[in-house]
């Protein structure tokens, strides 16, 4: 009887002993492919695309003062600054690729550049093609005006009217804080600020919608023509770098590097010296 009992005890015990082996076997199997995926994905980043060819691509639209031409046609401005210190920690060239602002998102997804690097305020319709970096700066939106078309205007409450024309560059945030605070007003889209501004200077539009300090600068520029008619911004957005979908190395270095270079002052400091001074306008005009 005893032997009886132990035969099928000794099967059962085999049968559970091959099950847990086929059970590591799979799992073991598993961690060496996940392993394999992962460093599929490293070698697929951006990041190390860019350390092994020795330059970061940097895809950007000129907006004064974030990126801009000099006399002698180089790049200067904020966002410059700010790529070619991110190149210069990651031990690599920065190469400029301007690009027009309205096609900047489908140059960046279709490889012409590794990262925007533009100004690009985070927004939801834009986070559904591109992934966001923490923001490393915020731009708020104003206004400048025509004195002869819009003198007596000193609210967005006054500029909100259908007789009203307004000079936007195209697929920029001041469309959207256009039609948030002044829905009824008509709007004109262009490709660049200069042709914004030329449109409010030749009176055809009363006004230009854009990111700070561009409006302030302008009045300054032209104080017998333009004004600032609203005191504080008309709304305020961050800034953060923009880069393909699908590669968390690259968006982690990133976040990392904003940090450090945020903590130590960096930012602020060149921020401070294209926002708040006019240092800079003597290489420029």
């Known amino acids: 009887m005893r032997n009886a009992h132990r035969t099928p005890n000794r099967t059962m015990l085999c049968l559970c002993l091959a099950a847990c082996s086929l059970v590591l076997l799979l799992a073991a199997a598993a961690n060496v492919a996940t392993a394999a995926t992962r460093a599929d994905l490293a070698r697929e980043s951006t990041l190390e695309q860019v350390l092994q060819r020795g330059v970061l691509r940097v895809g950007f639209s000129t907006f004064v003062p974030w990126a801009m031409q000099d006399k002698k046609g180089e790049f200067v401005g904020f966002e410059i600054d700010v790529a070619r210190r991110l190149a210069q920690d990651m031990g690599v060239k920065a190469q400029f690729e301007p690009t027009q602002w309205s096609g900047i998102i489908p140059a960046l ?13 985070i927004q939801p319709q834009r986070a559904l093609k591109v992934n966001f970096s923490i923001p490393y700066e915020y731009s708020g939106m104003s206004l400048v005006a025509s004195k002869k078309l819009a003198g007596r205007l000193k609210s967005l409450a006054d500029f909100n009217r259908p007789d009203i024309i307004l000079a936007i560059r195209q ?9 948030k605070y002044m829905p009824k007003a008509q709007v004109k889209y262009f490709d660049n600020e200069a042709q914004t501004i030329q449109e409010v200077l030749n009176c055809r539009a009363h006004a230009v919608v854009a990111s700070e300090p561009f409006p302030a600068f302008q009045a300054l520029k032209n104080p017998d023509q333009l004004f600032l008619p609203v005191a504080k911004a008309v709304a305020r957005g961050p ?14 270095f990133l976040d990392g590097w904003i940090r450090v270079v945020s903590d130590e002052g960096w930012l602020d400091e060149r921020h401070d010296y294209w926002f708040r001074t006019d240092a800079w306008k003597g290489i420029v005009e």
């Open 239 to 252: 800034i953060a770098f923009a880069v393909r979908k699908g590669d968390p190395d690259f968006l982690n």
């Open 171 to 179: 697929g920029t945030t001041a469309v959207d804080a256009a039609r």
């Open 109 to 121: 997804l279709s490889g012409k550049f590794d990262i925007i690097i533009g100004g690009m305020s």
